[in-house]
């Protein structure tokens, strides 16, 4: 799969999941400190599949938690995350 096919296709996972996650904790406001093991138990079936087979769950929680870490001190718009983690994830596991 190219490149740019592969973003967009993790890109819309994580909108997807997003959704779900808002949900799950609107009766907190959204508020999850745990978020990035949430995340990582719903995508990781499927970026397994599109990314990396030898992707392990574990691994991917140290990549949301090593990108969320990048992309504070960078300060990006709020609802570009989605595309963000797409390009991330896709640059390190492609």
Same mark, same amino acid.
């Given at each position: ?8 296709t ?8 997003g ?8 009766? *907190? ?5 745990? +978020? =990035?093991?949430? @995340? #990582?138990?719903? $995508?990781y079936?499927? %970026? ?25 001190k *960078? ?5 570009? +995350? =989605?595309?963000? @983690? #797409?390009?991330? $994830?896709?640059?390190? %596991?492609?």
């Open positions: 799969m190219a490149k740019k096919k592969l973003t967009a993790v890109e819309e996972l994580f909108r997807e999941v959704k779900a996650h808002r949900e799950a904790f609107r009766d *907190k406001g959204g508020t999850d400190p745990e +978020w =990035p093991l949430w @995340y #990582a138990d719903q $995508l079936q499927d %970026l397994v599949k599109v990314l990396d087979p030898e992707l392990t769950q574990s691994r991917l929680v140290y990549l949301l938690v090593q990108g969320e870490r990048k992309r504070s *960078k300060k990006p718009k709020k609802g570009d +995350w =989605p595309k963000y @983690y #797409a390009r991330y $994830l896709v640059k390190r %596991l492609s």
